[in-house]
Nanobody
Framework: QVQLVESGGGLVQAGGSLRLSCAAS????????MGWYRQAPGKERELVAAITKGGSTNYADSVKGRFTISRDNAKNTLYLQMNSLKPEDTAVYYC????????????????WGQGTQVTVSS
């Protein structure tokens, strides 16, 4: 069992910056990949950025060049640095963690935080 708690959301003006944090606790040794997702009202949840345990990253096209995902494995913490924010970035941002599982399908357990609200005004 893994627990994830996001923090760092808030209200910012367009062009501003925020840094989101996700603190993992519980059986954190199982965690492999982690990521940030977001969901705006009336829209589907979408992947924003992901990072493997070894540091390989992937970003949605809409945030490339503006957002940076990172992780501190020693502190069991995931970060999302968000720069040049736009009103369309407004959403609830969720932290995700995957834990590989042997001997069954699906091959990973998926854990989610409670979300943190990011609102960008114009």
């Amino acid at each position: 069992q893994v627990q994830l708690v996001e923090s760092g959301g808030g209200l910012v003006q367009a062009g501003g910056s925020l840094r989101l944090s996700c603190a993992a606790s519980g059986d954190t040794i199982c965690i492999s990949a982690m990521g940030w997702y977001r969901q705006a009202p009336g829209k589907e949840r979408e992947l924003v950025a992901a990072i493997t345990k070894g540091g390989s990253t992937n970003y949605a096209d809409s945030v490339k060049g503006r957002f940076t995902i990172s992780r501190d494995n020693a502190k069991n913490t995931l970060y999302l640095q968000m720069n040049s924010l736009k009103p369309e970035d407004t959403a609830v941002y969720y932290c995700n963690a995957d834990c590989p599982v042997d001997g069954r399908l699906p091959r990973t357990d998926d854990y989610w935080g409670q979300g943190t609200q990011v609102t960008v005004s114009s």
